[in-house]
Nanobody, 119 residues
Framework: QVQLVESGGGLVQAGGSLRLSCAASGRTITNYYMGWFRQNPGKEREFVGGITGYIIGKNYTNSVKGRFTISRDNAKNTVYLQMNDLKPEDTAVYYC????????????WGQGTQVTVSS
């Protein structure tokens, strides 16, 4: 089982930037697809983007394309979410999750980190 810990959240003004980190332990995440999600109280969890393992492919939800970038450092067993030009609607708790290659379910989730964007 992979354990995930997010960090890097905080309060930022609109137009600012934050970088979230997701540190994995327990197993190497080289062959895991890593996803970032976000959620606000009373709302459904939203997929933000993800990155594949060995063959580096990325995908993003439309609302963050061009502003958010996902990267990974397999040597550090860590995934990052660089968020630029933040908007108030990006405010949420951000979670990272791991899905083993060849499977369809995210089996591991972090505890989340709060991102608040003020206008």
């Amino acid at each position: 089982q992979v354990q995930l810990v997010e960090s890097g959240g905080g309060l930022v003004q609109a137009g600012g930037s934050l970088r979230l980190s997701c540190a994995a332990s327990g197993r190497t995440i080289t062959n895991y697809y890593m996803g970032w999600f976000r959620q606000n109280p009373g709302k459904e969890r939203e997929f933000v983007g993800g990155i594949t393992g060995y063959i580096i492919g990325k995908n993003y939800t439309n609302s963050v394309k061009g502003r958010f970038t996902i990267s990974r450092d397999n040597a550090k067993n860590t995934v990052y979410l660089q968020m630029n030009d933040l908007k108030p609607e990006d405010t949420a708790v951000y979670y990272c999750a791991a899905r083993l290659g060849g499977t369809t379910t995210f089996g591991s989730w972090g505890q989340g980190t709060q991102v608040t964007v003020s206008s």
